[in-house]
């Protein structure tokens, strides 16, 4: 052959003859591929559209329907092959069961008395999903274990232990038992005027014929107990004020600085930034044992050099505090007791200092009270509450005194709501008073 007078040359031509020839051979095996998809189709349609057309036999009672499930599988048939591309085999017996609907309603209509058992599958699962709610904690159990083991002594060889012994093995109360019961509260550490406050009411109750026995006697004190230490005042809200102001005073050795480094580890637990201010510059070593504490909680602490002026130390510290946006700032006094005149001038004096460095601060006083003094706490809260406008009382150290009776007096007598108790060495030892709790913790172990 000649290839001369082609446009192309032989090797061309012959690349193009095999490309022209595996383009048709490709051609007709796809023809041949659809052909045999196609048919493989039309026999799943066909298996699809034979099944439903036995269902209509299988509902032979309902009579003159027929012609509506006679339509069903041919529309169905139709929708099923459309989706039979996208879909496995397995999906003509989901056509089946897609007749189930159907029937139901029409034996509901015909028979409407089996609609009962019919209903029953569907509160089952209602009833399945019932979950009961869990009963709350009991938080006051939780709070008198804790008190408990701190108030151990109070229980043990106090005044409480002494009136139980009075109460136990007796069936019914006489009036002879009234000196008995004197004694044991003149000698406690509530106070000569709540001691005389709680015999009285118990004379005029045991006139009546429900407080003769034991129990309601026993019940007559734990209830006015909790009804001394009960004082109308709000809780202390320390986001009220930014920053809230806090002034600590006591007498030294009352566990101030232990009480403000306990509360500062608190209030950092709960994300507030916390300062303190040193204002103890008197007493050796005061300030450094703050700065543990600071160290300790993450505080920030304000000191100045020994001897430095108390106020100007504390005003700097509230100063700082309210241009670093602290949440709360803690101010630790001194507590010579023995210089009483020049230690209340003092504290005066920096009370109204603190008024300068902050609006309306500070927002709280507190007095930390040693619970083993006894009665002399009561004089020294009254000492402190005649110089300072206090707003709250911290009794410390009552897991080692017996005299935890005290705090009774000090709420009856100065109606200053106690804030915190101190019945430890740890940080979870300093808690927040609850006169319930307390009252609870006090008596429990006299019911049992």
């Not at 017996?93 to 309603?105: D, I, K, L, Q, S």
């Amino acid at each position: 052959m000649d290839f001369s007078s082609l446009p192309i040359g032989p090797t061309e031509l012959y690349e193009l003859i095999a490309v022209v020839g595996g383009v048709g051979v490709t051609g007709a095996l796809g023809v041949l591929f659809v052909r045999r998809a196609r048919a493989a189709r039309q026999r799943q349609i066909d298996a699809v559209g034979e099944a439903p057309t036995a269902l209509p036999r299988r509902q032979a009672a309902p009579k003159g329907k027929q012609a509506e499930p006679e339509a069903e599988p041919e529309e169905e048939a139709e929708e099923k092959g459309e989706k039979e591309e996208e879909a496995p085999p397995p999906r003509p017996a989901r056509a089946a069961a897609g007749h189930a609907p159907a029937r139901v309603r029409e034996e509901r209509a015909e028979e409407p008395e089996a609609e009962a058992p019919a209903a029953e599958p569907e509160a089952e699962p209602r009833s399945a999903q019932v979950i009961p709610f869990p009963a709350p904690p009991a938080p006051k159990e939780k709070a008198v274990s804790a008190l408990a083991p701190g108030l151990a002594r109070t229980r043990s060889s106090g005044f409480i232990a002494r009136l139980g012994e009075l109460f136990s093995g007796r069936k019914e109360l006489d009036p002879s038992i009234v000196d008995e019961i004197e004694k044991v509260l003149l000698t406690a550490d509530i106070g000569v005027k709540t001691s005389q406050k709680l015999l009285e009411e118990i004379r005029s109750s045991l006139t009546r014929r429900e407080l003769k026995d034991p129990d309601a006697a026993w019940a007559f004190l734990r209830r006015r107990s909790a009804e001394m230490l009960s004082l109308p005042a709000p809780e202390v809200d320390f986001s009220s004020a930014k920053p809230f102001v806090l002034l600590v005073i006591g007498v030294n050795g009352s566990g101030k600085t232990t009480t403000i480094g306990k509360l500062a580890a608190k209030l950092a637990g709960e994300g507030k930034r916390v300062l303190l201010a040193a204002g103890d510059t008197f007493r050796a070593a005061a300030a450094e044992q703050l700065e543990v504490w600071a160290g300790r909680t993450g505080a920030t602490i304000v000191r100045g050099k020994e001897g430095a002026d108390p106020s100007s130390v504390i005003f700097d510290g509230v100063k700082r505090a309210a241009t670093e946006s602290f949440d709360v700032a803690i101010a630790d006094t001194a507590g010579r007791l023995h210089t009483k005149t020049d230690l209340m001038q003092e504290l005066q004096k920096v009370r109204r200092t603190l008024g300068k460095a902050a609006p309306g601060a500070p927002h709280e006083t507190w007095l930390v009270i040693d619970a083993t003094s006894g009665q002399n706490a009561i004089a020294q809260a009254q000492i402190f509450t005649e110089a300072m406008a206090v707003s709250g009382i911290v009794l410390t150290k009552l897991d080692g005194t017996a005299k935890g009776g005290v705090i009774l007096g000090i709420a009856d007598q100065l109606r200053i709501p106690v804030r915190y108790v101190g019945v430890g060495e740890t940080v979870d030892d300093l808690r927040r008073f609850d006169p319930e709790e307390f009252v609870e913790a006090l008596f429990a172990p006299l019911e049992s």
